[in-house]
Structures are given as structure tokens and as C-alpha cells.
């Protein structure tokens, strides 16, 4: 199970640090990844991290102002998310897979596992 958190309500220009925990144990192979779902919009890719780490992938249009990253330790992966607007206003959601692939990570249906969702508003 994945358990999402940190969203909120921030200004413009602010930052904030998303969590995406996972209960049970992941394989080498899992990749995680971060989606966001404005309303009335599709559930968009924003980041992910391929297979515990061997590559990081962003949409461009976060490119520069978040990463992602994980504490295995404690089976978290973040999405640390700086300078945001409001068109990044939406729920984000982390995902979770481990037959995850380079061509087909940006594709929601690669996913197995969700998150439940985090709202994060940003206001101009």
C-alpha cells in the first residue's frame, strides 16, 4: 500500500515536500513515480524513479523546480516541489510498479499501485 501526504494549501512562489510511503517491503525492479490531476483534467505524470533509483525522469513542465527522491530506510519517496504556481494546483498521487519500463513510465496504466491522493493548492 502506498500512503500519500504533504499537500496543502501554499502561495505562490512557495515550496513543499510531498511523501509517498509504502508499507511492506520493494523490490529492486519497483519504480515510483508521481502523478497530479487538475479538475476536469487528466491525471498527468510529473516525476519518476526508475527501478529504486537508476534514473529520474520529469515532465517538462517541472523541470527545474522538483525532485524527486528516497529515504529507503524508510520506504519513503518524496517529491520536493519549489517555485509553484497555480497551474500546479491539483491532487497528486504517487504510484508504484515493478514491470515499469523506459517507455511506458509516463503512462498511468503502467502503474499497479496508487496512492490515495494529496491536494495541493497554490494560490496566486
Known amino acids: 500500500q502506498l500512503q500519500a501526504s504533504g499537500g496543502g494549501l501554499v502561495q505562490a512562489g512557495d515550496s513543499l515536500r510531498l511523501s509517498c510511503a509504502a508499507s511492506g517491503r520493494t523490490s529492486s525492479g519497483t519504480t515510483v513515480a508521481w502523478f497530479r490531476q487538475a479538475p476536469g483534467k487528466e491525471r498527468d505524470f510529473v516525476a519518476a524513479?526508475?527501478?529504486?533509483?537508476?534514473?529520474?525522469h520529469y515532465a517538462d513542465s517541472v523541470k527545474g523546480r522538483f525532485t524527486i527522491s528516497r529515504d529507503s530506510a524508510k520506504n519513503t519517496v518524496y517529491l520536493q516541489m519549489n517555485s509553484l504556481g497555480p497551474v500546479d494546483t491539483a491532487v497528486y498521487y504517487c504510484a508504484a510498479s515493478s514491470s515499469v519500463i523506459l517507455s511506458n513510465l509516463r503512462n498511468r496504466s503502467a502503474y499497479a499501485y496508487w496512492g490515495q491522493g494529496t491536494q495541493v493548492t497554490v494560490s496566486s
Open positions: 524513479m526508475f527501478r529504486r533509483g537508476s534514473s529520474i
